[in-house]
Nanobody, 127 residues
Framework: QLQLVESGGGLVQPGGSLRLSCTASGFTLDDYCIGWFRQAPGKEREGVSCIRNGDGSTYYADSVKGRFTISRDNAKNTVYLQMNSLTPEDTAVYYC????????????????????WGQGTQVTVSS
């Protein structure tokens, strides 16, 4: 059974950094595109970054470009999202999802990749 578990969130001051982890079980993570998504209170879910299977091409939303870095450790079956220079606007619940294609930007209602959304991990940027 395909499962993704997010971790690494927390409370951080503006300008700080966090690294999120998305660990897969039940499948080989490198067989799929893995995206990081976030949903802030009162806002729609959006894709912020994605790493493609195979060649490892990466994609970023304009709002995080230059600050966030997505990477993949195949030995650990884990995808990371390194988040630097965090701002209060980055406060959200962050989710990861597997898919056959990358999604960056607004997420179509009802879409959740190959499985339902997990619990996510809360990121709060506040002084």
């Amino acid at each position: 059974q395909l499962q993704l578990v997010e971790s690494g969130g927390g409370l951080v001051q503006p300008g700080g950094s966090l690294r999120l982890s998305c660990t897969a079980s039940g499948f080989t993570l490198d067989d799929y595109c893995i995206g990081w998504f976030r949903q802030a209170p009162g806002k729609e879910r959006e894709g912020v970054s994605c790493i493609r299977n195979g060649d490892g091409s990466t994609y970023y939303a304009d709002s995080v470009k230059g600050r966030f870095t997505i990477s993949r450790d195949n030995a650990k079956n884990t995808v990371y999202l390194q988040m630097n220079s965090l701002t209060p606007e980055d406060t959200a619940v962050y989710y990861c999802a597997a898919s056959t294609y990358c999604v960056v930007g607004p997420v179509v209602a009802g879409w959740s990749g190959l499985d339902s959304w997990g619990q996510g991990t809360q990121v709060t940027v506040s002084s």
